[in-house]
């Protein structure tokens, strides 16, 4: 009788309509509150799947600066030709990439030390320069040259400055570029396309992301300053110290024993007490966006940094090997988070697509790898289309679809379908996925 009245009326059906979205709020309140924060369906965030448009009114709670100035943006990105906008797309992607984590002075200051060598300067000129601004190598009543960090405060100051400036400038850029502007088209981009973080989950993840990044370019500077006023390391600058050989065989040998430890770094990482206490945070996102890859436990993001920058300290390398695998690394560690279905090009066989870490969000404890499928291959580690995989679900190898219950099954089979065909080559693959399950469920 009721609901009869409720849809006689228009005005009374406004007022549903606006209770209906008071409880919402309510409700998505109340599990911000508890922390349970997971995923927004695409069409509950706005009608029309939409971020709010905020040139109305100053929203200081807008995720990116560019969600503030979307109709600006837009208007403008329409005057360039098609093929200059996705260049500069493209070129934003691979700068952010290399830059995200703070070591771009690291890279940077390599690249000055090369130059240096090459041109047989032997005054430090950047150095001298650099030591001209700060207070005479003193720092609190330490004479910071006797550790080689002479100029330290100058380092400390460019190096969080610049990463801040492209942590948000750039990443603020691309979120605009794809989760704002073709956000209604997200089935041609994005590998989970009806869902995405909620606007409280992408402020946490940028506000986390950033004080991690702050911490990662503080201990660069620090780095990237030892390194520049000659402190110890094992890069080598001139080829002819270790020879050819060495040169083209360190690549492969830096690449995947750094690799390796990288996979079981992780897949350690994700055993109950570890996971619980330090990488969950990183899991919080289960639709990762390009600023989740930093989002993670400050002793976490200390190790992995440790690991990446290690074979500067335990083995001759060569500088170019050292800086083109970190920017490689770092690169891939935007695209593997952006949840844009981005492949890998034909001369990287080795490497796998986004798709192979946007599951490792999707499912958490399976594809523990990050620049090579073949050690989740080796170890029973790679998703399977037999076995169902959740947060529950420890040690990487699931539990077989024929051992699932009927809500287990319809669990998985809603996840499955979620995913979206174009993150994947060919079509066949999500649709075994999915088969398997509705087979088991018939
Ligand atoms: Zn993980
Ligand atoms: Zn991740």
């Given at each position: 009788m009721n609901d009869t009245k409720t849809h006689n009326t228009s005005g009374t059906d406004d007022e549903k309509k606006k209770k209906e979205e008071e409880e919402e709020m309510e409700m998505e309140m109340e599990m911000e509150m508890k922390g349970e924060w997971r995923e927004t369906p695409i069409m509950s965030r706005s009608k029309a799947g939409?971020?709010?448009?905020?040139t109305s009114r100053f929203d200081p709670l807008a995720v990116t600066w560019t969600d503030r100035y979307r109709e600006t943006l837009d208007r403008y990105w329409k005057r360039l030709p098609n093929f200059l906008g996705s260049f500069i797309a493209t070129v934003a992607v691979f700068i952010f990439g290399s830059t995200v984590r703070g070591e771009w002075l690291l890279i940077l200051v390599h690249f000055l030390k090369a130059f240096r060598n090459t041109t047989n300067v032997s005054t430090n000129i950047t150095t001298t320069s650099i030591n001209g601004t700060a207070?005479?190598?003193?720092?609190l009543g330490i004479d910071l040259s006797q550790y080689h960090l002479q100029g330290l405060e100058f380092y400390i100051i460019v190096s969080t400055t610049v990463s801040c400036i492209l942590y948000l400038g750039l990443g603020g850029f691309l979120h605009w570029y794809y989760y704002v502007r073709q956000r209604d088209n997200?089935?041609?981009?994005?590998?989970?396309?009806t869902k995405f973080l909620s606007p409280e989950m992408e402020r946490h993840e940028i506000m986390f992301g950033s004080s991690i990044l702050l911490l990662g370019s503080f201990l660069t500077a620090i780095l990237a300053c030892y390194i520049m006023n000659d402190?110890?390391?094992?890069?080598?600058?001139?080829?002819?110290?270790?020879g050819w050989l060495w040169y083209f065989v360190s690549w492969p040998v830096v690449y995947v024993s750094q690799d390796y430890v990288i996979y079981w770094t992780h897949r350690i990482y994700h055993l109950p007490f570890l996971y619980k206490h330090f990488h969950k945070m990183h899991h919080k996102y289960k639709q990762p966006t390009a600023f989740s890859v930093t989002a993670i436990h400050p002793i976490e993001f200390i190790n992995m940094q440790a690991i990446l920058i290690s074979p500067m300290f335990l083995f001759p390398i060569h500088w170019t090997v050292q800086v083109t695998i970190m920017i490689y690394i770092f690169y891939h560690g935007i695209i593997d988070h952006s949840g844009i279905n981005f492949k890998a090009f034909w001369w990287q066989p080795w490497q796998p697509d986004a798709i192979f870490h946007d599951n490792h969000h999707q499912?958490?404890?399976?594809?523990?790898?990050?620049?090579?499928s073949y050690w989740d291959k080796l170890h029973g580690t790679l998703r399977r289309k037999d076995r169902v995989y959740r947060e529950d679900l420890y040690y990487g190898k699931g539990k077989d679809v024929s051992q699932c219950t009927r809500a287990e099954l319809q669990r998985a089979l809603t996840e499955r379908e979620s995913e979206n065909v174009k993150a994947y080559r060919g079509t066949t693959i999500r649709e075994e996925q999915i088969s398997e399950v509705k087979n088991k469920l018939l």
């Open positions: 939409n971020p709010p448009t905020t207070s005479g190598g003193l720092l997200a089935h041609e981009w994005k590998c989970q396309p402190g110890w390391s094992t890069v080598y600058f001139n080829v002819s110290d270790y499912y958490f404890h399976v594809n523990f790898g990050f620049n090579c």
